[in-house]
């Protein structure tokens, strides 16, 4: 079948994906004292410790912008990112009892560490919000574009969890590496600095990074009141939907083995 195939199949299970991502969100919390509020308090603490080292001992620019809603705004996003790749990347070994058993797109278990995590980030969204309103943020009609920039973010985050969930049904040791490289992907993304930091004649190399421009823009539209980079957010645009499609033939091409493996 083709990807337009596959994805109208699966529109007829969409009731069983919003099932089972709502289970991944309880199961994820389940006897924990703070329960959803993880969701607020991881990004939140890490912006504290950012801000306590990049702002205070290190004094990394942040363009005029107070360094806390600074790295907040990047934070919010990247962890959306983040968890939902780090969770989506196992998404098809935890459930193998289910896989060889039960016919249905394999795609749901990967898609639904997605929508688990992007629960997550409407909770700490929302205190990116109270953030806003706490400094005096502009809004401006930039804001409009905010849900552009979480679709691009969730096709690349689904063809990168298609691609590795897939692949480490057969080498376990992927989600190893795909958890270091995101460590080390943030490091390379404009969540600690801004893009400004970055030398000009290199900035086309590391935009070419998709979550740059798309974390960028975050900042960009929501604490600076400027508009995208648009050639750059264009080629994160570009880069995106052909993640999203190598990775979604990859794991279809696959998906018929998962069972003899597992």
């Known amino acids: 079948m083709s990807i337009i195939e596959n994805i109208r199949e699966l529109m007829r299970y969409r009731e069983l994906l919003i099932m089972w991502s709502a289970r991944t969100v309880k199961v994820r919390y389940k006897q924990t004292l703070l329960g959803i509020l993880w969701a607020i308090f991881r990004p939140f603490a890490t912006m504290v410790v950012f801000t306590v080292i990049f702002s205070k001992f290190f004094s990394v620019p942040s363009e005029g912008i107070p360094y806390p809603i600074f790295s907040y705004s990047a934070l919010v996003p990247w962890m959306f990112f983040a ?125 070419a990074n998709p979550m740059a421009p798309i974390i960028d823009s975050y900042r960009r539209i929501l604490v600076a009141g400027q508009p995208p980079q648009w050639q750059f957010l264009g080629m994160a645009a570009g880069v995106s939907l052909l993640v999203f499609l190598l990775g979604y033939s990859y794991f279809k091409r696959m998906e018929a083995k998962f069972a003899d493996i597992i």
């Open 83 to 207: 968890t939902s790749i780090t969770t989506g990347v196992a998404s098809i070994v935890n459930n193998m009892g289910i896989v060889t058993k039960i016919y249905f797109p394999r795609e749901i278990f990967p898609l639904s560490s997605i929508g688990a995590a992007f629960v997550d980030f409407l909770v700490s969204f929302v205190i990116l919000i109270i953030m806003m309103i706490f400094y005096r943020v502009t809004m401006t009609v930039w804001l409009l574009l905010v849900p552009l920039l979480i679709l691009m973010q969730v096709i690349l985050a689904v063809g990168i969890s298609l691609f590795a969930s897939a692949a480490n049904v057969f080498y376990r040791d992927v989600r190893f590496i795909f958890e270091l490289g995101i460590q080390l992907w943030m490091y390379l993304s404009p969540v600690i600095y801004s893009v400004e930091a970055v030398p000009q004649k290199f900035i086309w190399l590391y935009m």
